[in-house]
């Protein structure tokens, strides 16, 4: 069986942005739970959980509050995943819809730099792994062999890409269980939980930071379950991602919360370095920096594959295709992984700090984006989408849907006197102490967007495939 799924996987993907036929839909919503827990658990995930604790937070309040932000934002992440098996696109294309077929371009280029960054970011990380495990001091070095195994994984596509996620789950049970044994071994960790009053503003940072971590998963969550068959259920698909993303984050975040509660600027100077330490002896310490590796890979070519899609969402839309060749393909995937590795070569030496202000500016351009689309698809459309129209400038959804757009950038303008960023501190946030611009813009949008989109939507009275794509009929 092993085997088998490692055949599977080698084959080269030939789908890129249009609707999966039914006849080459597989597997069970069982991979949407491998695939998203397999992809938080890595080091990125630990990052953002210390990022908590070292911005001020006891690691008691920071762990309750990552908890909270996780389930918060995994319930609208795993919406996003639902939609996969019904409309068999990827998420961006569905975002059509909503925006037009030109109007989408607008979210999608924020798409693109977001996935460069955690790319980016991510490639520092997984690089100083490949460095401990090659013994090379040379950090290009690093980035440039994982970016190369990037690129290998995600033009192979999205069977290895699966079978990747489920090998960075097993490994990740087994590395971070003996990680936190480990811990709880050289520390006595219960004398630095506990030990600081609760604060409301940094609480709320750790909410923001887990959620922020699942939010930015949406533009590109569907793109894992399109493949499900029609019939999976939207309640199980949901479930599965929810359960994934939840438990494989929050289970890397409380380990570098604690991490960052015990070890302070041991950790801060050297995460990648600090964790080998941790492992012990040489030969579990490069066993654990595999774990690092794996882990990465699995998210990293999501990245590069979502950033793909992305491209190739935004230029079709302008020249009418649905498809592109696999060289075609295959190039997209490349040159976007070599410029996810030139940022990551000429990374800031303050990441902690950049990191942080990353992912929060991100909550500010995609909680309204989250918003419409799913506000659109569950309550406006019910799950009724002219897939043809998506494609045709001149069908249904029209070039430019000026409701939606302006209800995107009021969402995002919304949310500047809440914001609490490096370069600017909100007066809001001032006086509240803690930084709810995500908040603000989740629900201002789904205020203001829903009466509106009610009288000005066109949705099919049904689900409208291309024709040939489904067994039954081209309507469904």
Known sequence: MAHEQLDAGASIERRTIEVIPDAERHGTPVNQFTLWFGANMQITAIVDGALAVVFGADALWAIVGLLIGNILGGVVMALHSAQGPRL??????????????????????????????????????????????????????????????????????????????????????????????????????????????????????????????????????????????????????????FAGTVLGSQ??????????????????????????????????????????????????????????????????????????????????????????????????????????????????VFTPWSAINLIDYYLISRERIDIPALYDPDGRYGRWNSTALACYTLGVLAQIPFLAQQLYTGPVTEMLGADISWIVGIVFTAAIYYPLARRTSNPPDRMIYPTGTVHTAAQV
């Open 251 to 364: 289970w890397s975040m409380t380990f570098g919360a604690l991490v960052a509660a015990v070890a302070g600027k041991a950790f801060l100077g050297n995460q990648v370095g600090f964790i080998g330490d941790l492992a012990g002896p040489a030969v579990l310490a490069l066993l654990i920096y595999l774990v690092i590796v794996v882990g990465k890979l699995t998210v990293n070519c999501l990245n590069a594959y979502g950033g793909f899609m992305s491209i190739l969402t935004s230029v079709t839309a302008f020249n009418g295709q649905s498809r592109t060749t696999p060289f075609a393909r295959a190039a997209y995937i490349v040159g976007f992984t070599a410029v996810s590795m030139l940022v990551a070569i000429g990374a800031s030496a303050d990441f902690l700090g950049n990191f942080k202000n990353f992912v929060l500016t991100l909550l500010m």
């Open 88 to 241: 068999g696109l990827p998420q961006m294309i569905s975002s059509r819809a909503q925006f037009g077929v030109f109007g989408a371009v607008l979210p999608l280029l924020l798409v693109i730099v977001m996935y460069l960054g955690f790319a980016a970011t991510g490639t520092v990380l997984a690089g100083q792994a490949v460095n401990k495990i090659l013994h090379i001091d040379n950090a290009t070095v690093g980035i440039l062999v994982f970016g190369a195994l990037t690129a290998v994984v995600a033009v192979t596509g999205y069977r290895l890409i699966h079978v990747v996620g489920r090998i960075a789950t097993v490994v990740g049970v087994v590395g971070f269980s003996y990680l936190a044994v480990r811990l709880f071994t050289e520390y006595d960790v219960s004398s630095y939980v506990g030990v600081k009053p609760f604060e409301m503003a940094t609480f709320v940072l750790a909410i923001s930071l887990g959620a922020g971590w699942q939010l930015t998963f949406g533009p590109y969550v569907a793109d894992y379950s399109r493949y499900l068959p029609r019939s999976t259920s939207d309640r199980t698909t949901f479930l599965a991602t």
